[in-house]
């Protein structure tokens, strides 16, 4: 089977994936483990493509093929992602306590300034409704 940039375009192919394919293999290739590892080589997501190509039978086993595979990388991962997040927690708690300071000096100064808001609009009524006071006979 052959793959080709307007069956890429046909099924909504991300239009910087179908470029990295015509950039890659011109503007079509074979399905071949060769040009399979290329695609991956190049970047290519074979995510996308793989529920395209195969049928709901043959995805269900590919998914359970690559299980193994996603444990080791998760298992790899966690202690990178473990040192990362304690990493990230004291910054994060400073960055919420700045924030939150933030938020209540905003607060503050909004109350203050809609109560001079509310006051002017008190002295502007009053200055009005006393120029039309004046008008009436």
Same mark, same amino acid.
């Given at each position: 089977?052959?793959?080709? &940039?307007?069956?890429?375009? *046909?099924? !909504?192919?991300?239009?910087?994936?179908?470029?990295?394919?015509? &950039?890659?293999?011109?503007? &079509?290739?074979?399905? /071949?483990?060769?040009?399979?590892?290329?695609?991956?080589?190049?970047?290519?997501?074979? &995510?996308?493509?793989?529920?395209?190509?195969?049928?709901?039978?043959?995805?269900?086993?590919?998914? %359970?093929?690559?299980?193994?595979?996603?444990? @080791? $990388? !998760?298992?790899?991962?966690?202690?990178? #992602?473990?040192?990362?997040? *304690?990493?990230?927690? @004291?910054?994060?708690? @400073?960055?919420?306590?700045?924030?939150?300071?933030? #938020?209540? /000096?905003?607060?503050?100064?909004?109350?203050?300034?809609? %109560? @001079?808001? *509310?006051?002017?609009?008190? /002295?502007?009524? #009053?200055?009005? $409704?006393?120029?039309? !006071? %004046?008008?009436?006979?």
């Amino acid at each position: 089977m052959k793959i080709n &940039s307007n069956w890429l375009r *046909e099924n !909504d192919a991300c239009p910087d994936q179908v470029e990295l394919f015509e &950039s890659t293999f011109g503007s &079509s290739a074979k399905i /071949t483990l060769p040009n399979i590892q290329k695609a991956v080589r190049a970047g290519l997501n074979l &995510s996308w493509l793989v529920p395209h190509l195969l049928s709901p039978r043959g995805f269900k086993a590919y998914k %359970k093929a690559l299980a193994p595979a996603l444990k @080791t $990388f !998760d298992k790899a991962l966690a202690p990178a #992602w473990k040192a990362y997040n *304690e990493a990230t927690a @004291t910054a994060q708690k @400073t960055y919420e306590e700045a924030k939150a300071m933030a #938020w209540k /000096t905003y607060e503050e100064a909004k109350a203050m300034a809609w %109560k @001079t808001y *509310e006051e002017a609009k008190v /002295t502007a009524f #009053w200055a009005a $409704f006393k120029g039309e !006071d %004046k008008e009436k006979p």
